[in-house]
């Protein structure tokens, strides 16, 4: 885009309160006063070009359309690309700033992290980060465009579900600093495999290789260290060096970890959580950050969105929430510390981890008999499967190593196959669960969520 188009639409970004993509949300941002840029973006089943007047009606400040219709009026800015015009302004935006930008990207844990961090910087300095999961080719630039002119410090989830995201992404808010959290079995279907998750994660890296940026790298992670020591000459701090406090059994008490002879107790459950506290303290420590004020940070942090929440019911029930999304490893990890804290009364409520691909039937088998496992050594299990790869199993013969060979025909009163959550509602309703430890994991896009009431 031309750079006087771009200099014209950063003055209207200037001058607007901010940034809009909704129209569902306008009404309500003009109504508190705001003066808003509207950006219209095509999806797959509605194109925004198509209603500029009745976002000009509504009353917002300035629009950019690729809808020559409006080229006169003098609230519109005619692109050829409004996805497009979005991240060229969200890219200057970032290079005014002139501020460090830490970017955090991985398998599994950008999340929890990217919030563990945003906690601790903000102990010493002002610090923007992404909000909620806004890591995409359009969350990116909403985040950057985001940033306040005071903030000293911006942190930049990014997530990728094919090879060259992270590199675009990239591109557009140019970190400085960056991690991986980890390379698991996520998205496959786009990725190809696991060498793809490997090399779609690694573009990360590669930017801030040739950038002369700073790489933050889990010392303990063979493949995150293999990574990092292929880029040659690559600017790295490794870390991780918090330990784990023992939990025991039954314990549904969040994480706790010993650090520079302190020990800290967390609301994260799941041992797995260390490694994104690890990653907090690490940059915390890069960035000045005193001891006390990390510990207090981690400390006071609360997991909420469906990440590693606990809930405590009417019907006694204890619920790990870890439904925001799932992944093979993601999900391996969920199960051994489900196993490693709940009782001997459990019920196991876990939905289809989506865009596996080829991958689907075998990595949902690997979770079932993985549970089958568990369930031998319990004395009360319930399971509950719930979405199509799961359904296409109920009839098949599952082999659980170490145990011999399962037919799910005899298991009809522990394992429960369900095509989507409102079977699964209708059998709570009538089959309630009492006084149980449950684990809620599964991807999004099944919403297991909408259980909650039921337990």
Known sequence: MDSNVIENLYSKFKDADCISIDSREVKNLILKGQKVLFFCLKGENFDANNFVCEVLDIGVTYVVTENITFKEDKRAIVVADSLVALQQLAHHHREQLGIPVISIT???????????????????????????????????????LAIPPNSEIAIVEMGANHQHEIEE?????????GMITNIGDAHLEGFGGREGVIKGKGELYDFLHLNKGVIFCHQNDATLLDMCTKRVGAKLVNYGSSVLVDSTKGDFKGVSFEYKEMKVSTNLIGDYN????????????????????????????????????????????????????????????????????????RCYIIGQMNEM??????????????ILEQIERVSDARVILVGAAY?????????????????????DNNIIYLNKVDEVATYL??????????????SRGISLEKLLPLL
Do not use: W
């Open 274 to 345: 260390i490694f994104n506290i690890d990653a907090a303290i690490a940059i915390g420590e890069y960035f000045g950050v005193d001891k006390e004020s990390i510990t207090s940070a981690i400390s006071e942090y609360l997991p909420q969105n469906m990440r590693s929440e606990l809930r405590v019911t009417d019907r006694g029930n204890r619920v790990i929430i870890d439904a925001y999304n799932a992944n093979p490893s993601s999900m391996h990890l969920s199960l051994q510390n489900f196993d490693n804290i709940a009782s001997d009364r």
């Open 106 to 144: 991985g398998s599994n844990g950008k999340t929890t992290t990217k919030e563990l961090l945003h906690k601790v910087l903000s102990k010493k300095y002002m610090v923007s980060a992404t909000v909620g999961n806004f890591n995409n080719h359009i969350g990116v630039p909403l985040t950057l």
């Open 169 to 177: 992404l990239c591109k557009i808010a140019m970190p400085n600093f």
């Open 357 to 370: 691909g080829d991958y689907s039937s075998v990595k949902h088998l690997e979770v079932v008999n993985i």
């Open 429 to 442: 309703t009538t089959t309630p669960l009492l006084n149980y430890d449950i684990l809620l994991k599964g």
């Open 391 to 411: 359904k296409e199993l109920e009839n098949k013969d599952i082999y659980c190593k170490d145990i011999k060979e399962f037919d799910n025909k005899g298991l």
